[in-house]
C-alpha cells in the first residue's frame, strides 16, 4: 500500500478538504483506497458521512487489540472506505507516546491492512506533534497545502526541517492552496513557494465556493459539481501525485 499524509503546522489550510477530494479521486481511478481520519475533529469523517465512532477509542485502536479492520467504514463509494476519528483521538499523541517505537505505530496499523488497500489517505490533526511525526514515517509522500502569504516559505522551512528527516524520507511536496490570484502578495508568495520548493504541485486549490461546499454537501467536489473546475482540478491533483508515490 502507498502512503500519503496531509500534513501542515498551520490549522485551516485545507488538508482536510484535499485529502477527502484526492482519496476520492483515486478510489475513482479504481485504486482500493484507505482513508484515514487521524484529527479529533472529524472534519473528514463528517465530509463523507461516516459517525465519528471508534469503539474502544483512539486507546483500542493504536494497541491493535482490536483489528484495525474492525474499525473502517465503507463510504457511499465504492472502493473508498474510511477509518474515522472521534474526539478520543486528542488524546493520540499521548498514546503513541505510551509505545517504545511510538512513531512506528501507524505504520505497523497500517501494515495490517496493507493487502486490503493500494492506496491510504492520511488526514493528520494541524502541528507537528508526535501523531504527525509517526505519519510522516509511515507515508511514502507528505502532501503540504500551503497558503501563499508572505511566511509560507518560512513553516514549509519548518515542517520539512521537522518532518524530513525521517530514517526513510518521504517526499516532501508543497500545494498552493486557497490560492486566490487577484492578490498581488498572493502571486509573489507562490512563485516564492515554487522557487525554494520545485517539487510544489502545478496545480493549484484555488479560493473557491465549490470547493468549500465539500464540508457543507458532505460528499467531494466531483459527486455534487461532476462538472466544475475544481471537480478537474482534484483530478489533476490525483494525477499528478501517483506518480511520485
Ligand atoms: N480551496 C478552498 N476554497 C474555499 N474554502 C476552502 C478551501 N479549502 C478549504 N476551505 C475551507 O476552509 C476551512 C478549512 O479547510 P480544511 O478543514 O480543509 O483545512 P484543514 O487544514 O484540514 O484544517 P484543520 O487544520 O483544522 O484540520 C473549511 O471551512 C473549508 O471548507
Ligand atoms: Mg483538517
Not at 483515486?26 to 484529527?39: H, I, K, N, V
Not at 486528542?90 to 491492512?113: C, F, I, N, Q
Not at 511514502?140 to 522551512?157: F, K, N, Q
Request: aromatic residues 4%; positive net charge.
Amino acid at each position: 500500500v502507498k502512503v500519503a499524509a496531509l500534513v501542515s503546522m498551520k490549522g485551516g489550510v485545507g488538508k482536510t478538504t484535499i485529502a477527502v477530494n484526492m482519496a476520492y479521486e483515486a478510489s475513482r481511478t479504481g485504486r482500493r483506497t484507505l482513508l484515514w481520519d487521524l484529527d479529533p475533529q472529524g472534519a473528514a469523517s463528517f465530509s463523507l458521512r461516516i459517525k465519528p465512532k471508534v469503539k474502544g477509542g483512539a486507546r483500542g485502536l493504536i494497541s491493535r487489540r482490536r483489528p484495525v479492520d474492525r474499525a473502517v467504514r465503507g463510504t457511499d463509494f465504492d472502493e473508498l472506505d474510511l477509518l474515522p476519528a472521534d474526539l478520543s483521538a486528542r488524546h493520540l499523541d499521548v498514546v503513541l507516546d505510551g509505545y517504545k517505537r511510538s512513531t512506528a505505530r501507524l505504520g505497523r496499523l497500517l501494515a495490517d491492512v496493507a493487502g486490503d488497500y493500494d492506496l491510504a489517505v492520511l488526514d493528520c490533526p494541524p502541528g507537528g506533534g508526535l501523531t504527525v511525526e509517526a505519519a510522516a514515517e509511515a507515508s511514502d509522500l507528505l502532501l503540504v497545502p500551503t497558503i501563499p502569504t508572505p511566511l509560507a516559505t518560512r513553516a514549509l522551512d519548518q515542517t520539512h526541517r521537522l518532518l524530513g528527516r525521517a530514517r526513510r524520507p518521504p517526499a516532501f511536496v508543497p500545494v498552493l492552496s486557497l490560492v486566490d490570484r487577484r492578490k498581488g502578495l498572493h502571486r509573489v508568495a507562490a512563485d516564492d513557494v515554487r522557487k525554494a520548493y520545485p517539487e510544489t504541485l502545478t496545480t493549484e486549490v484555488p479560493d473557491a465556493l465549490t470547493v468549500e461546499r465539500t464540508a457543507v454537501e458532505r460528499a467531494p467536489v466531483a459527486v455534487f459539481a461532476p462538472h466544475s473546475r475544481a471537480a478537474s482540478m482534484f483530478a489533476a491533483i490525483w494525477d499528478e501525485v501517483e506518480p511520485r508515490l
